[in-house]
Structures are given as C-alpha cells and as structure tokens.
Nanobody, 122 residues
Framework: QVQLAESGGGLVQPGGSLRLSCGASGRVFSIGTMGWYRQAPGKQRELVAT???????NYADSVKGRFTISRDDVKNTVSLQMNILEPEDTAVYYCYANVEVIGWAKAMYDFWGQGTQVTVCT
C-alpha cells in the first residue's frame, strides 16, 4: 500500500503565504504525475496544480502567477508554495500521486491524501 501525508495548512490573512507539503511512503516503486487539488464547501474538487515526473507543470488559471508546484524525487515529496492568498483559495487541499506499487500488477495507480485545510480570512 502507499500513503500520502500532507502538512502545512492553516489560517492566513489575505495576501499572505503558505507552503503545503506531501510525502509518499510505503511500497512505492515509481511516481508519475503528482499534484494538488482542492475542494471548497459546496463545490466539486478541482485541480490546482500538477507536475509530471519530467517536471512539466500545469496550473489552474485562478492560481497562475501566485502558486508554484515542485517535487523532490529522492524524497518522494511534492510541495505547493502559495503566495498572495485570497479568500477564494479557502478549501481543503488534497495531495495526489500516480504511483507504480511494489508487488502490484504493473500499472500506475492513483492515491490521495486525507486533505489539509487552508483558510484565508481577516
């Protein structure tokens, strides 16, 4: 099995910054795309940012220029630096990873973290 553990959420004022981190552990053979999604109350989960194993990034239009995604393939981690936060960024943020699992049939499997709350308010 593979586990994703997020950290770094919290309460911040508009214009502030937070950094989210997520580490993959367990029977990890390799990791493809990693990313962050978010879900605000009453809304569907939406993509925030992804990064491929080749380093290609993709961002939601609403966060371009404010958020930066990065990964460390030695530590099996993905991070999200969030700057100039807005109240509209308030949501539960979920880490995602596409993983090849040791001992499982050769394929890539999707895993999710449990989520970390980010609240932006005065």
């Amino acid at each position: 099995q593979v586990q994703l553990a997020e950290s770094g959420g919290g309460l911040v004022q508009p214009g502030g910054s937070l950094r989210l981190s997520c580490g993959a552990s367990g029977r990890v053979f390799s990791i493809g795309t990693m990313g962050w999604y978010r879900q605000a109350p009453g809304k569907q989960r939406e993509l925030v940012a992804t990064i491929t194993d080749g380093g290609r990034t993709n961002y939601a239009d609403s966060v371009k220029g404010r958020f930066t995604i990065s990964r460390d393939d030695v530590k099996n981690t993905v991070s999200l630096q969030m700057n100039i936060l807005e109240p509209e960024d308030t949501a539960v943020y979920y880490c995602y990873a596409n993983v090849e699992v040791i001992g499982w049939a050769k394929a890539m499997y999707d895993f999710w973290g449990q989520g970390t709350q980010v609240t932006v308010c005065t």
